[in-house]
């Protein structure tokens, strides 16, 4: 079955870094739409970056553009979030996300498979 295993968050200070793992298993890699998503308290899982099947086009939230860069390495079947800039307001679970059609990339609707999230903490 598909697994997607998140790992990298951790505490950080505003103007840090981090980068973001999503480990995939039981998929055919390349067949994938991925994305990021991230949920904090008491608000809705809000688009973060998706990356197209063969990686040649990337899109990201307004909130983000500029400070994060989203990849995938098909030959380790793992997509990476690198977090630059960060800001408190990054403060969340990250989440990947894949899905075969991905119909409207920005949706989290849109994606079938999740991991189960990693948290990510920035320090004012």
């Known amino acids: 079955q598909v697994r997607l295993v998140e790992s990298g968050g951790g505490l950080v200070q505003a103007g840090g870094s981090l980068r973001l793992s999503c480990a995939a298993s039981?998929?055919?890699?390349?067949?994938?739409?991925l994305g990021w998503f991230r949920q904090a308290p008491g608000k809705e899982r809000e688009f973060v970056a998706g990356?197209?099947?063969?990686?040649?086009?990337?899109y990201y939230a307004d909130s983000v553009k500029g400070r994060f860069t989203i990849s995938r390495d098909s030959a380790k079947n793992t997509m990476t979030l690198q977090m630059n800039s960060l800001k408190p307001e990054d403060t969340a679970v990250y989440y990947c996300?894949?899905?075969?059609?991905?119909?409207?990339?920005?949706?989290?609707?849109?994606?079938?498979?999740w991991g189960q999230g990693t948290q990510v903490t920035v320090s004012a």
């Open positions: 996300a894949a899905d075969l059609v991905a119909s409207v990339l920005r949706v989290a609707s849109s994606y079938d498979y």
């Open positions: 039981g998929l055919t890699f390349n067949s994938y739409v």
């Open positions: 990356v197209t099947r063969s990686g040649a086009s990337t």
